[in-house]
T-cell receptor
Framework: GQQVMQIPQYQHVQEGEDFTTYCNSS?????IQWYKQRPGGHPVFLIQ?????EVKKQKRLTFQFGEAKKNSSLHITATQTTDVGTYFC???????????FGKGTKLTVNP | DGGITQSPKYLFRKEGQNVTLSCEQN?????MYWYRQDPGQGLRLIYY???????QKGDIAEGYSVSREKKESFPLTVTSAQKNPTAFYLC????????????FGDGTRLSIL
């Protein structure tokens, strides 16, 4: 079935540094969603990308979908302690209503 | 406010015991899902349902059972056949069609006594 590789698994940064997490697939994706899970919390939907080369921004967060629709990235500019959590990508499994989640990138921020 | 309610927040299971986790949503969503989350493993799909009285196995259905008698409710039973049930269980729901985002409950943390 559909698989998506997410890297890195962990990232520790100093407050104010940038952060990027990547999701990669060996097959062309129809869409990709990004979620954030705060420590002790549940995943919360951030954004969805569906078009080749699409770029979307939410304040300090920038989401990109690759031209070939096989990879995506989430970039946070000037991290803050409120950015702490695990970021997951998720893709729709071909023609179904199921999502396949990456294993997530756990971000810690040193104040 | 609309949302998904999972209960209990914490649950302990004895050896050989079945336990049932509750999930209720008032978002009028058609599809509901159960995920298991282990450290470093992401979310793995246990079961999902797109319509009342119908459900499908996910990637790790062995040792679990579900029912969908009402649109709003999708309880998960962790049976004694599930030998390693200690995990964080998340319920989610979504509208059908067009790559809809999933909405999650707060989760139930299950531990073995």
């Amino acid at each position: 079935g559909q698989q998506v590789m997410q890297i890195p698994q962990y990232q520790h940064v100093q407050e104010g540094e940038d952060f990027t997490t990547y999701c990669n697939s060996s097959t062309t994706l129809s869409n990709i969603q990004w979620y954030k899970q705060r420590p002790g919390g549940h995943p919360v939907f951030l954004i969805q990308l569906v078009k080749s080369g699409e770029v979307k921004k939410q304040k300090r967060l920038t989401f990109q979908f690759g031209e070939a629709k096989k990879n995506s990235s989430l970039h946070i500019t000037a991290t803050q302690t409120t950015d702490v959590g695990t970021y997951f990508c998720a893709v729709t499994q071909g023609g179904s209503e199921k999502l396949v989640f990456g294993k997530g990138t756990k971000l810690t921020v040193n104040p | 406010d609309g949302g998904i309610t999972q209960s209990p927040k914490y649950l302990f299971r004895k050896e050989g015991q079945n336990v049932t986790l509750s999930c209720e949503q008032n978002l009028n969503h058609d599809a509901m899902y159960w995920y298991r989350q282990d450290p470093g493993q992401g979310l793995r799909l246990i079961y999902y349902s797109q319509i009342v009285n119908d459900f499908q196995k996910g990637d790790i259905a062995e040792g679990y059972s579900v029912s969908r008698e009402k649109k709003e409710s999708f309880p998960l039973t962790v049976t004694s056949a599930q030998k390693n049930p200690t995990a964080f269980y998340l319920c989610a729901s979504t509208r059908l069609g067009g790559y809809q985002p999933q909405h999650f409950g707060d989760g139930t943390r299950l531990s073995i006594l």
